[in-house]
């Protein structure tokens, strides 16, 4: 089946630091990939869509000068969590969606726990 | 704007029947997904529903009502791993929302 490997699984930072979330589909060609933020025990707050080759596309209230999205490769994308601040920890996790027959179903990374000091 | 609504908790026993409803308001419609999360863990693909109806998977099925904008999960025979949070998802083409999730306790 569909494989979706995302790294790291767990960081942690120093407040005003950089960090970068990749997502990539392993076995498949994802021509656009999801990302979503989820506090503990709490739904999956879709942040940005990703599509191969353009402009992400923000939700509202996501800024896009914070949370940089890049999906340069069809099996690739990135979410860079910019001068990183406390309240930034979180569950961040991506999804693929595949093509064909498979369009209707996301694939989950296993997400990336970060803390920010 | 888009909302999907259904129930923050339920709890059965072994063995027992659960249905876990969903109503969404969208703007655009292609399909209702559901998917199984555990404590930790990723989301997981349970079923998708385009067209009205019910569709069985072994112990899950899914049902879907487009004109009541309204589909359910029922869970048959259930088993303490069943233990998880269930969301159902809108998919509008664009994107995939979630609804807030309900958290199932299956109890012995």
């Given at each position: 089946?569909?494989?979706?490997?995302?790294?790291?699984?767990?960081?942690?930072?120093?407040?005003?630091?950089?960090?970068?979330?990749?997502?990539?589909?392993?076995?498949?060609?994802?021509?656009?990939?999801?990302?979503?933020?989820?506090?503990?025990?709490?739904?999956?707050?879709?942040?940005?869509?990703?599509?191969?080759?353009?402009?992400?596309?923000?939700?509202?209230?996501?800024?896009?000068?914070?949370?940089?999205?890049?999906?340069?490769?069809?099996?690739?994308?990135?979410?860079?969590?910019?001068?990183?601040?406390?309240?930034?920890?979180?569950?961040?996790?991506?999804?693929?969606?595949?093509?064909?027959?498979?369009?209707?179903?996301?694939?989950?990374?296993?997400?990336?726990?970060?803390?920010?000091? | 704007?888009?909302?999907?609504?259904?129930?923050?908790?339920?709890?059965?026993?072994?063995?027992?029947?659960?249905?876990?409803?969903?109503?969404?308001?969208?703007?655009?419609?292609?399909?209702?997904?559901?998917?199984?999360?555990?404590?930790?863990?990723?989301?997981?693909?349970?079923?998708?529903?385009?067209l009205?109806?019910?569709?069985?998977?072994?112990?899950f099925?899914?049902?879907l009502?487009?004109?009541?904008?309204?589909?359910?999960?029922?869970?048959?025979?259930?088993?303490?791993?069943?233990s998880?949070?269930?969301?159902?998802?809108?998919?509008?083409?664009n994107?995939?929302?979630?609804?807030?999730?309900?958290?199932?306790?299956v109890?012995?």
């Open positions: 089946g569909a494989v979706v490997s995302q790294h790291p699984s767990w960081v942690i930072c120093k407040s005003g630091t950089s960090v970068k979330i990749e997502c990539r589909s392993l076995d498949f060609q994802a021509t656009t990939m999801f990302w979503y933020r989820q506090f503990p025990k709490q739904s999956l707050m879709l942040m940005a869509t990703s599509n191969e080759g353009s402009k992400a596309t923000y939700e509202q209230g996501v800024e896009k000068d914070k949370f940089l999205i890049n999906h340069a490769s069809l099996t690739l994308s990135t979410l860079t969590v910019t001068s990183a601040h406390p309240e930034d920890s979180s569950f961040y996790i991506c999804s693929a969606r595949d093509r064909g027959i498979w369009a209707n179903v996301l694939t989950f990374g296993a997400g990336s726990r970060l803390t920010v000091l | 704007g888009q909302s999907l609504e259904q129930p923050s908790e339920v709890t059965a026993v072994e063995g027992a029947i659960v249905q876990i409803n969903c109503t969404y308001q969208t703007s655009g419609f292609y399909g209702l997904s559901w998917y199984q999360q555990h404590d930790g863990g990723a989301p997981t693909f349970l079923s998708y529903n385009a009205d109806g019910l569709e069985e998977t072994g112990r099925s899914s049902f009502s487009r004109s009541d904008s309204y589909g359910y999960l029922l869970l048959q025979e259930l088993q303490m791993k069943d998880a949070s269930y969301f159902c998802a809108v998919d509008n083409n994107d995939m929302r979630f609804g807030a999730g309900t958290r199932l306790t109890k012995p």
